[in-house]
């Protein structure tokens, strides 16, 4: 899959609807893909983890090509998500990550990504997701983003080969935390043309100073993943929509106005003991709050979000 060309930003496109697997996490996968197709998803973002798709366990490629054919029986599109907390270190959430000051673990999360980039290849992913992690205890800013540097380059190269984009999450609390930290990234690699951006929109909520629909606005060239869910302002909590202080209908506007043709993913990694509900109450939601404002149409609040 190759990148989507510069002119088609601002072209508007439907809406493509999937829901996370790490919020389905009690249930086997092929239940979970059964679920989504049922309840009328597009698709789904595959998080690589021990319970779905294990990433490290033998006969990798055999079982890709099995998710690859229930993916297409069932219709469903995907996108291959990196964020299991514990698939590489069984003690460290999120451990090993790229930042990590010994290099032997920096290259299990980078031997990871790559993995992820063959899996997706496979699967006939939109892009696959990463994130930077956080900055350890005694690393100044400075080395981080050096590190950083250097060990997301090979995952572009592969990336690059498989012709497939590597979104990069800006993740609150991590050394890429926003979107000025993205680009920050992008102008430091020189600007590599497998690098685009996992935008989530809650994040935005929670500590972008530009409004979620700004944000989509904003980050309409780079734009390679969306994840959503609802978010309250100052405070990175994941909520099911409603239950948070994003105004979704001109989000959504503001996305299909940019043309951006990958999955909108629900995003909610605390709720798999409900997963199945939240499944099919959110979307829904997303489709009635999409319908709900004509696309390019303005935000109703100056914050973008619900009084």
């Given at each position: 899959?190759?990148?989507?060309?510069?002119?088609?930003?601002?072209?508007?496109?439907?809406?493509?609807?999937?829901?996370?697997?790490?919020?389905?996490?009690?249930?086997?996968?092929?239940?979970?893909?059964?679920?989504?197709?049922?309840?009328?998803?597009?698709?789904?973002?595959?998080?690589?983890?021990?319970?779905?798709?294990?990433?490290?366990?033998?006969?990798?490629?055999a079982r890709t090509r099995r998710v690859t054919h229930r993916l297409d029986a069932l219709?469903?599109?995907?996108?291959?998500?990196?964020?299991?907390?514990?698939?590489?270190?069984?003690?460290?959430?999120?451990?090993?990550?790229?930042?990590?000051?010994?290099?032997?673990?920096?290259?299990?999360?980078?031997?990871?990504?790559?993995?992820?980039?063959?899996?997706?290849?496979?699967?006939?992913?939109?892009?696959?997701?990463?994130?930077?992690?956080?900055?350890?205890?005694?690393?100044?800013?400075?080395?981080?983003?050096?590190?950083?540097?250097?060990?997301?380059?090979?995952?572009?190269?592969?990336?690059?080969?498989?012709?497939?984009?590597?979104?990069?999450?800006?993740?609150?609390?991590?050394?890429?935390?926003?979107?000025?930290?993205?680009?920050?990234?992008?102008?430091?690699?020189?600007?590599?043309?497998?690098?685009?951006?996992?935008?989530?929109?809650?994040?935005?909520?929670?500590?972008?100073?530009?409004?979620?629909?700004?944000?989509?606005?904003?980050?309409?060239?780079?734009?390679?993943?969306?994840?959503?869910?609802?978010?309250?302002?100052?405070?990175?909590?994941?909520?099911?929509?409603?239950?948070?202080?994003?105004?979704?209908?001109?989000?959504?506007?503001?996305?299909?106005?940019?043309?951006?043709?990958?999955?909108?993913?629900?995003?909610?990694?605390?709720?798999?003991?409900?997963?199945?509900?939240?499944?099919?109450?959110?979307?829904?939601?997303?489709?009635?709050?999409?319908?709900s404002v004509a696309p390019g149409e303005p935000s109703a609040t100056p914050e973008g979000?619900?009084?």
């Open positions: 899959m190759t990148l989507r060309p510069p002119d088609a930003v601002g072209t508007p496109h439907p809406l493509r609807f999937g829901y996370g697997t790490n919020g389905l996490a009690d249930l086997r996968l092929d239940d979970a893909l059964t679920l989504l197709a049922d309840l009328g998803y597009d698709g789904v973002g595959l998080t690589l983890d021990h319970m779905h798709l294990d990433p490290l366990a033998p006969d990798l490629a219709g469903l599109e995907v996108t291959v998500e990196t964020g299991a907390r514990y698939v590489l270190d069984p003690r460290r959430k999120h451990g090993p990550s790229l930042l990590d000051p010994d290099p032997d673990d920096r290259a299990r999360r980078v031997d990871l990504l790559i993995r992820a980039v063959h899996v997706a290849t496979e699967l006939g992913a939109h892009a696959v997701h990463c994130f930077s992690g956080t900055v350890p205890p005694g690393t100044d800013r400075d080395t981080a983003w050096k590190r950083l540097a250097e060990t997301l380059t090979p995952v572009l190269d592969a990336a690059a080969t498989a012709r497939l984009p590597l979104a990069v999450e800006p993740e609150p609390g991590h050394l890429l935390a926003t979107l000025a930290d993205f680009h920050h990234l992008r102008l430091l690699l020189g600007d590599p043309e497998p690098l685009g951006l996992t935008l989530d929109i809650g994040h935005c909520q929670c500590l972008e100073p530009l409004p979620p629909a700004d944000c989509v606005r904003a980050a309409a060239p780079w734009l390679r993943h969306v994840q959503i869910e609802d978010m309250r302002r100052g405070l990175h909590e994941h909520l099911p929509f409603g239950d948070g202080e994003i105004d979704f209908p001109p989000v959504l506007a503001a996305l299909t106005a940019t043309g951006y043709q990958g999955l909108t993913v629900v995003e909610l990694p605390r709720h798999s003991h409900a997963g199945p509900h939240q499944a099919e109450t959110s979307l829904p939601f997303l489709r009635h709050a999409a319908a979000s619900t009084p």
